[in-house]
């Protein structure tokens, strides 16, 4: 009973690592050990991901040609294409002209997800984009918990790591994310590795666990910028208590080394980042930062309320209390069976220093993930009321805090702390299991564990539209009828999706494009006008506007200005210039067709609700088109530059 109480280490997250069992002597037993180890190790992920599939069903059958119909789906398989094209081509994967064309934009700040691009371009160029992107997510939730499990372990009992794993992993915030924001799902995957490479460092420090750290930030860098801020937080928060007791330079310089090592493994993102904000490209207008500050945060109710997945259980009664809070884009919190196991485990082990410091973290997330305007149920509270750029902000938040310190301004999204908050919320309700299972009175304690284990699952995981929240549709990864006559055009003309827009990030310009947008463009290989970018540079917005085609096809969308025919004139010599080739109407809107067949396109076919103009100019324009948009797009300032350039 006593070491079921101790299952945390002793001497916070520096703790000693639990028992191993017996070496075996000599070379051939610890082979034979480490064949057992790895067998053991391959099982269980096997089974984490099994159950990963089985908790998100049907995600997995979108492996047969669908996807989630929302434009970060059409950016993310757009982003494996364009890696895959860069790494087999050499190129530079943080700028293109293939998106906002001619103009181009930087992806230093975007959702590109280099690292994962990189690791699966194989797959990419063999199957497509779109398997890529389905792959990952599908095994996302499994990955998720076989790192946590392995930070788990060196805490916890196997049995207990193994809970705390599918706690944190099948989770069904995270399990949300694998199914329609696979870049932040990926990135918290890194928060565990991050976690347990940093007290391996503690406990035994040297050089080679230095670099295993520093590499591990770097390859969270590579995958999510603002992962990489959380995976750098817990890193330091566990590393803190060894440099506290008897600070060395010995021990200094092992953390240099890591950063060293995250610096120069990433240095690609981090040249590219350097260059962009250099530029002006990861500026947003103060006043839009702040109001997105403001609208970023979870309220209290949906951190601890029933998960919303219950609604597919016929238990909506429940579910509805997750929306008794405010509106919310995303799906995040930790459930309340989940809540409870980890409250239980701070009871059971309070008087180890390493459940408090847990305690502590999961409540310092929670209190981030407030954002700065703190919701309770159904209102919200200002306290310390302070106007902040125009918005009204709480100074009592530590959310107000953390984005004022140099560097964190971009971390607009306060919900995103929930995912670090999982991490000691995952340990602690594992040290509940061990806790129970080594009850001096088995029967009732394996009883209440059962219950406990049957409540998690049936909060677990994702199914895709619950009763209650938003409904996301799927769309085909495919749609050669429309697209193919484009596909066969080899003239790299460029193509238009109206609604025409530049969204994604802050701010936007033009009308929401369709999700299918940037999923064709993958398969017609044409540089599209649209572009969905998680952080839009202004000169991308200017050069667009600056177009007299595309400011004249926004206004026909709805734009306040009228169109005279000087501006008819110019927007109809500008599409020449810059070689549009091809128009996809999804809206059927009569000012937008008359705009079209007046700077010099034609109906060429309809397939279902979209329309397909092409350009009435002569076919032999379009190769000095190319070279026109290739000039218009050299005469650019700096914004061009080495890693910001072509």
């Given at each position: 009973?006593?070491?079921?109480?101790?299952t945390?280490?002793s001497?916070?997250?520096t703790?000693?690592?639990?028992?191993?069992?017996?070496?075996?002597?000599?070379?051939?037993?610890?082979?034979?050990?480490?064949?057992?180890?790895?067998?053991?190790?391959?099982?269980?992920l096997?089974?984490?991901?099994?159950?990963?599939?089985?908790?998100?069903?049907p995600?997995?059958l979108?492996l047969a040609?669908?996807?989630?119909?929302?434009?970060?789906?059409?950016?993310?398989?757009?982003?494996?294409?364009?890696?895959?094209?860069?790494?087999?081509?050499?190129?530079n994967?943080?700028?293109?002209?293939?998106?906002?064309?001619?103009?181009?934009?930087?992806?230093?700040?975007?959702?590109?997800?280099?690292?994962p691009?990189?690791?699966m371009?194989?797959?990419?160029?063999?199957?497509?984009?779109?398997?890529?992107?389905?792959?990952?997510?599908?095994?996302?939730?499994?990955?998720?918990?076989?790192?946590?499990?392995?930070?788990?372990?060196?805490?916890?009992?196997?049995?207990?790591?193994?809970?705390?794993?599918?706690?944190?992993?099948?989770?069904?915030?995270?399990?949300?994310?694998?199914?329609?924001?696979?870049?932040?799902?990926?990135?918290?995957?890194?928060?565990?590795?991050?976690?347990?490479?940093?007290?391996?460092?503690?406990?035994?420090?040297?050089?080679?666990?230095?670099?295993?750290?520093?590499?591990?930030?770097?390859?969270?860098?590579?995958?999510?910028?603002?992962?990489?801020?959380?995976?750098?937080?817990?890193?330091?928060?566990?590393?803190l208590?060894?440099?506290?007791?008897?600070?060395?330079?010995?021990?200094?310089?092992?953390?240099?080394?890591?950063?060293?090592v995250?610096?120069?493994?990433?240095?690609?993102?981090?040249?590219?980042?350097?260059?962009?904000?250099?530029?002006?490209?990861?500026?947003?207008?103060?006043?839009?930062?702040?109001?997105?500050?403001?609208?970023?945060g979870?309220?209290?109710?949906?951190?601890?309320?029933?998960?919303?997945?219950?609604?597919?259980y016929?238990?909506g009664?429940?579910?509805?209390?997750?929306?008794?809070?405010?509106?919310?884009?995303?799906?995040?919190?930790?459930g309340?069976t989940?809540?409870?196991?980890?409250?239980?485990?701070?009871?059971?082990?309070?008087r180890?220093?390493?459940?408090?410091?847990?305690?502590?973290?999961?409540?310092?997330?929670?209190?981030?993930?407030?954002?700065?305007?703190?919701?309770?149920?159904?209102?919200?509270?200002?306290?310390?009321?302070?106007?902040?750029?125009?918005?009204?902000v709480?100074m009592?938040?530590?959310?107000?805090?953390?984005v004022?310190?140099?560097?964190?301004?971009?971390?607009?999204?306060?919900?995103?702390?929930t995912?670090l908050?999982?991490?000691?919320?995952?340990l602690?309700?594992?040290?509940?299991?061990?806790?129970?299972?080594?009850?001096?009175?088995p029967?009732?304690?394996?009883?209440?564990?059962?219950?406990?284990?049957?409540?998690?699952?049936?909060?677990?995981?994702?199914?895709?539209?619950?009763?209650?929240?938003?409904?996301?549709g799927?769309?085909?990864?495919?749609?050669?009828?429309?697209?193919?006559?484009?596909?066969?055009?080899?003239?790299?003309?460029?193509?238009?999706?109206?609604?025409?827009?530049?969204?994604?990030?802050?701010?936007?310009?033009?009308?929401?494009?369709?999700?299918?947008t940037?999923?064709?463009?993958?398969?017609?290989?044409?540089?599209?006008?649209?572009?969905?970018?998680?952080?839009?540079?202004?000169?991308?917005?200017?050069?667009?506007?600056?177009?007299?085609?595309?400011?004249?096809?926004m206004?026909?969308?709805?734009?306040?200005?009228?169109?005279s025919?000087?501006?008819?004139?110019?927007?109809?010599?500008?599409?020449?210039?810059?070689?549009?080739?091809?128009?996809?109407?999804?809206?059927?809107?009569?000012?937008?067709?008359?705009?079209l067949?007046?700077?010099?396109?034609?109906?060429?076919?309809?397939?279902?609700?979209v329309?397909?103009?092409?350009?009435?100019?002569?076919?032999?324009?379009?190769?000095?088109?190319?070279?026109?948009?290739?000039?218009?797009?050299?005469?650019?300032?700096?914004?061009?530059?080495?890693?910001?350039?072509?």
């Open positions: 009973m006593e070491r079921s109480a101790s945390l280490a001497s916070g997250l703790g000693e690592p639990q028992a191993g069992g017996t070496q075996p002597a000599g070379v051939w037993g610890r082979s034979v050990l480490h064949r057992s180890t790895l067998a053991r190790h391959a099982l269980l096997a089974c984490y991901l099994t159950a990963g599939v089985a908790l998100t069903w995600r997995a979108y040609g669908r996807l989630p119909a929302t434009r970060d789906s059409g950016g993310y398989v757009w982003g494996f294409w364009w890696v895959a094209q860069q790494v087999s081509h050499a190129g994967p943080w700028f293109t002209t293939d998106l906002a064309a001619p103009v181009g934009a930087q992806l230093a700040y975007h959702t590109l997800m280099p690292l691009g990189l690791l371009t194989p797959v990419t160029l063999v199957f497509g984009p779109s398997a890529t992107y389905n792959l990952l997510s599908i095994a996302c939730p499994g990955l998720l918990c076989y790192a946590m499990y392995r930070a788990a372990r060196l805490w916890l009992p196997t049995v207990d790591a193994i809970a705390a794993g599918a706690f944190f992993g099948l989770s069904y915030s995270l399990a949300w994310r694998s199914w329609y924001e696979v870049n932040l799902a990926l990135g918290a995957v890194f928060l565990p590795m991050a976690l347990e490479a940093a007290v391996r460092l503690s406990r035994r420090p040297g050089p080679r666990r230095a670099v295993v750290l520093g590499v591990v930030v770097a390859a969270a860098l590579l995958t999510d910028q603002e992962s990489a801020v959380l995976a750098v937080v817990l890193a330091g928060l566990a590393l208590p060894w440099l506290w007791r008897q600070p060395t330079a010995a021990k200094l310089g092992l953390v240099l080394l890591a950063g060293a995250a610096v120069v493994a990433a240095s690609p993102q981090i040249i590219a980042m350097a260059g962009q904000s250099a530029t002006g490209g990861a500026s947003i207008p103060r006043y839009d930062l702040t109001q997105s500050y403001v609208g970023s979870s309220s209290l109710v949906q951190l601890f309320a029933p998960s919303p997945r219950l609604a597919g016929g238990l009664g429940l579910a509805s209390f997750y929306y008794k809070g405010r509106a919310a884009m995303v799906v995040t919190g930790y309340t989940l809540t409870l196991a980890a409250l239980a485990g701070l009871a059971v082990a309070w180890r220093r390493a459940a408090r410091l847990l305690g502590m973290l999961w409540l310092g997330c929670s209190l981030l993930a407030l954002g700065p305007v703190p919701w309770i149920y159904t209102g919200h509270s200002t306290p310390l009321a302070a106007r902040w750029h125009n918005a009204l709480s009592a938040m530590p959310y107000t805090w953390f004022r310190i140099p560097g964190l301004a971009n971390f607009r999204e306060a919900d995103r702390f995912a908050g999982l991490v000691p919320a995952a602690l309700a594992g040290a509940m299991v061990g806790w129970l299972r080594t009850r001096a009175k029967t009732a304690a394996r009883g209440v564990l059962a219950v406990l284990l049957a409540l998690a699952a049936l909060e677990a995981g994702w199914s895709g539209n619950p009763a209650g929240h938003r409904p996301i799927a769309m085909p990864t495919a749609m050669p009828r429309l697209d193919g006559p484009i596909a066969a055009d080899h003239s790299g003309s460029i193509v238009v999706d109206v609604p025409f827009g530049i969204r994604g990030g802050l701010p936007v310009t033009g009308g929401a494009f369709p999700p299918e940037m999923v064709l463009a993958t398969a017609d290989g044409h540089p599209l006008a649209d572009a969905f970018v998680s952080r839009i540079p202004r000169q991308t917005l200017d050069g667009i506007r600056r177009q007299p085609f595309y400011a004249a096809l206004n026909a969308q709805g734009g306040p200005d009228r169109t025919n000087a501006t008819i004139q110019a927007a109809r010599r500008n599409a020449q210039a810059i070689d549009i080739g091809w128009v996809l109407d999804w809206t059927d809107n009569h000012a937008v067709s008359r705009l067949q007046r700077t010099g396109f034609t109906p060429a076919y309809r397939v279902g609700r329309t397909v103009y092409r350009s009435t100019a002569p076919a032999a324009h379009h190769s000095s088109g190319v070279d026109s948009r290739r000039a218009l797009t050299q005469q650019r300032p700096r914004f061009s530059g080495t890693l910001d350039g072509p």
